[in-house]
């Protein structure tokens, strides 16, 4: 999917004691793991309703995921907004630009930026795409899905070596939502990110709208990709919502974050929960945007259904988030 940037809030609003902060205050807490609770994805809309917030209000949003590329910037307010988020709440650093399914080597400049940020802030996690989106130093606003070969495999996994050893920190791999099947395919998508984990230490960030999106539009179960999914290797969950498109007669599901969760997906979720134990649960929500409350009560929602499955214990006796 696309990830339109951000807006940045007008400079009317950003407080003063805030205007010019260019560096992570020093009172910026050092990286810690972030529990298995729900947060929400970070947009410069809400910085507001996060920041005006009372203790004890909004805890259904206990963590903030940004996306690493609208932060790569050097100052201004959406840094003066984060280090002060940053300062009250745990952080989680998505990236949507490394292209680690490309052909070519990854950009030094983008790594290193990343690397900026996360000496910045300090993330309790950090993710990326089983994708790709340049070429040739040319930059696409999507991301691509690759082929699930063993070629494929050795590719992405030097580069998420690569990545782990720049940052010297272990990141989580997203599954991707995908439109086609690729006749190259030498294995199924749980076997390929299986193997990714064992053969660089990553971990997964699993997408459940992604896998609801991608098994409608290839014809394939749900149920079967979650019973051959590696989920002690997930250290993320990501529920968001998607759009149908129709015509005569097909039908595709677009992954759009721009509504709210499906019922498949909270049904997905459910069953993740119950059989491997809840993990660190976001909500994303990137187009169309509503009001703050609106992803309060999502996560609300997630919350709920991951204490109902906390409470009888998860069937495959793993109930720890692999992050460090
Ligand atoms: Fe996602």
């Known amino acids: 999917m696309s990830y339109p940037p951000q807006t940045s809030p007008p400079a009317a609003t950003v407080p003063d004691i805030l205007i010019g902060a260019k560096k992570a205050p020093a ?25 005006d917030a009372s203790p004890g209000e909004n805890t259904e949003a206990g963590w903030f995921e940004i996306h690493a590329e609208n932060y790569m910037g050097e100052g201004g307010a959406p840094h003066a907004y984060l280090s002060a988020i940053r300062e009250r709440f745990p952080l989680s650093i998505h990236g949507v630009g490394l292209s680690l399914g490309s052909n070519g080597p990854l950009d030094d400049a983008h790594l290193k930026r990343l690397k900026g940020l996360v000496e910045r802030y300090r993330p309790g996690l950090i993710s990326e795409h089983l994708a790709w989106c340049s070429a040739g130093g040319t930059f696409f606003n999507d991301l691509f899905p690759v082929p699930l070969t063993h070629e494929t495999l050795r590719k992405v996994g030097d580069h998420i070596n690569q990545t782990q050893d720049y940052l010297s920190r272990r990141i989580l791999i997203e599954n991707p939502s995908t439109y086609l099947k690729t006749v190259d395919d030498e294995m199924s998508e749980p076997e390929f990110l299986e193997l990714l984990c064992e053969r660089t230490g990553c971990g997964i960030l699993l997408d459940l709208n992604n896998v609801a999106v991608s098994c409608a539009n290839k014809a394939e179960n749900t149920a079967d990709y979650l019973a051959h999914f590696p989920g002690a290797d997930v250290g993320e969950i990501h529920l968001a919502g ?25 049904a997905l979720f459910g069953t993740f929960c119950e059989r491997w134990g ?7 929500w990137d187009t169309d945007v509503p009001a703050f409350p609106v992803l309060l009560e999502e996560a609300g929602k997630a919350r709920d259904i991951m204490q109902n499955a906390a409470a009888f214990g998860p069937l495959m006796g793993n109930a720890h988030a692999v992050t460090r």
């Open 242 to 266: 998607h759009s149908i498109d129709k015509g005569h007669d097909w039908e595709l599901r677009i992954d759009d974050h721009g509504s709210r969760v499906s019922q498949e997906v909270w």
């Open 278 to 284: 809840p993990r660190p649960t976001l909500i994303e």
């Open 27 to 51: 009172s910026t807490p050092a990286p810690a793991k972030i529990p298995s609770i729900t947060g929400v994805g970070l947009k410069s809309d809400h910085y507001r309703d996060i920041l």
